[in-house]
T-cell receptor, first 115, second 109 residues
Framework: ETGVTQTPRHLVMGMTNKKSLKCEQH?????MYWYKQSAKKPLELMFVYSLEERVENNSVPSRFSPECPNSSHLFLHLHTLQPEDSALYLCASSPTPIAGADTQYFGPGTRLTVL | GQNIDQPTEMTATEGAIVQINCTYQ??????LFWYQQHAGEAPTFLSYNVLDGLEEKGRFSSFLSRSKGYSYLLLKELQMKDSASYLCAVMDSNYQLIWGAGTKLIIKP
């Protein structure tokens, strides 16, 4: 089993749909992250969870709603998205809770297209 | 504001050496990371520098100068599989990673 997995790998949705992205880490890590990656732009940090508590929310629109039921799973619930939300959504995990210079380990991402 | 700069795209020849530069301006510094990302795949960790100097790891080396806000990734004996994007990221005083937009490296035979 690879370290960080994400499903689905590709998702096409209309602006009125509701969908969820799933991330699972098999590394025993305690922090998990959602990033947005748009073409030719830096990775944008969306949410950070440390020990299942949200510790960072970088002014992300409310149409994105994260959920972390346990330290191995992270979800991103999507509703009424806009075409500009089309991007690659990456999940990552790191070993220790926040306040450490940890290496982050990434999943392969979900390529989201909003029509 | 916080800023990471790296070239958008570079081209090099198989077997040659290439240096990818990264300059940064951040609120504090807790280390600099390099990641490799093949198209459609996850970014994978390459190196971490927190002290000045050169860190060598096989064909890849990473250099840091904190006083200059500068790092480079050096790739030797280039192989076709090295064609990828290379992402530079700095950890700031809040232990948050600030990312560059990535350098797309194209290797030609």
């Amino acid at each position: 089993e690879t370290g960080v997995t994400q499903t689905p790998r590709h998702l096409v949705m209309g602006m009125t749909n509701k969908k969820s992205l799933k991330c699972e880490q098999h590394l025993g890590h305690n922090a998990m992250y959602w990033y947005k990656q748009s073409a030719k732009k830096p990775l944008e940090l969306m949410f950070v969870y440390s020990l299942e508590e949200r510790v960072e929310n970088n002014s992300v629109p409310s149409r994105f709603s994260p959920e972390c039921p346990n330290s191995s799973h992270l979800f991103l619930h999507l509703h009424t998205l806009q075409p500009e939300d089309s991007a690659l959504y990456l999940c990552a995990s790191s070993p220790t809770p926040i306040a450490g210079a940890d290496t982050q380990y990434f999943g392969p991402g979900t390529r989201l297209t909003v029509l | 504001g916080q800023n990471i700069d790296q070239p958008t795209e570079m081209t090099a020849t198989e077997g040659a050496i290439v240096q990818i530069n990264c300059t940064y301006q951040t609120s504090g510094f807790n280390g600099l990371f390099w990641y490799q990302q093949h198209a459609g795949e996850a970014p994978t960790f390459l190196s971490y520098n927190v002290l000045d100097g050169l860190e060598e790891k096989g064909r890849f080396s990473s250099f840091l100068s904190r006083s200059k806000g500068y790092s480079y990734l050096l790739l030797k004996e280039l192989q076709m599989k090295d064609s990828a994007s290379y992402l530079c990221a700095v950890m700031d005083s809040n232990y948050q990673l600030i990312w560059g937009a990535g350098t797309k490296l194209i290797i030609k035979p």
